[in-house]
T-cell receptor
Framework: NAGVMQNPRHLVRRRGQEARLRCSPV?????VYWYRQLPEEGLKFMVY????????ESGMPKERFSAEFPKEGPSILRIQQVVRGDSAAYFC??????????????FGPGTRLTVL | QKEVEQNSGPLSVPEGAIASLNCTYS??????FFWYRQYSGKSPELIMF????GDKEDGRFTAQLNKASQYVSLLIRDSQPSDSATYLC?????FGAGNMLTFGGGTRLMVKP
């Protein structure tokens, strides 16, 4: 009965490289959310996806960041041309389908991105 | 004005005491309220959620919601050193306004033996 899985757990990139973060939701969950936690700051919503659809990306930076949740496979958060300010913990959460108003979100262990 | 506000703490309580954590929110139409616990370097772990005014109890934890005052709290009875963590209050927007959670900055709780 696996929970949300994320990989890699730690990722080191040099400025200008690309970072790809993966998230597999809880089995049966069809809603995926990505949040970012900067050092000493709170969690901030980035994007909400369902299979093959971006539902809400109001928290995503306009440039360099993209997300997808394909029909098959994990959700991917992609950061192009990383900068030092992208260093943060990136958490994925999932929730089951159905009445979205009350669904709890369960978090994965996170990917800690360090940009050198 | 921040959408979800929490006192950053640290809140220090002796072992066995009641810890009271508070949260206020700005969107009067918010429907769902969640408390997460986050240990240093770890991911948020859901403790409780509450939708209706009043109290909701689960073991040593009690969530309290007052929508008129836009206030939600978490009480931890018989606090243990293992409860030492940051407690995050999260609010889900009114139905149809999005599924994301808006988090407060968290309150750091320290339970001293």
């Amino acid at each position: 009965n696996a929970g949300v899985m994320q990989n890699p757990r730690h990722l080191v990139r040099r400025r200008g490289q690309e970072a790809r973060l993966r998230c597999s939701p809880v089995k049966g969950h069809s809603h995926v959310y990505w949040y970012r936690q900067l050092p000493e700051e709170g969690l901030k919503f980035m994007v909400y996806l369902q299979k093959e659809n971006i539902i809400d990306e109001s928290g995503m930076p306009k440039e360099r960041f993209s997300a997808e949740f394909p029909k098959e496979g994990p959700s991917i958060l992609r950061i192009q041309q990383v900068v030092r300010g992208d260093s943060a913990a990136y958490f994925c959460a999932s929730s089951p389908p159905g009445a979205s108003e009350y669904n709890e979100q369960f978090f994965g262990p996170g990917t800690r991105l360090t940009v050198l | 004005q921040k959408e979800v506000e929490q006192n950053s703490g640290p809140l220090s309580v002796p072992e066995g005491a009641i810890a009271s954590l508070n949260c206020t929110y700005s969107d009067r139409g918010s429907q769902s309220f969640f408390w997460y616990r986050q240990y240093s370097g770890k991911s948020p772990e859901l403790i409780m959620f509450i939708y209706s005014n009043g109290d909701k109890e689960d073991g040593r934890f009690t969530a309290q919601l007052n929508k008129a005052s836009q206030y939600v709290s978490l009480l931890i009875r018989d606090s243990q050193p293992s409860d030492s963590a940051t407690y995050l209050c999260a609010v889900k927007a009114r139905f149809g306004a999005g599924n994301m959670l808006t988090f407060g900055g968290g309150t750091r709780l320290m339970v001293k033996p």
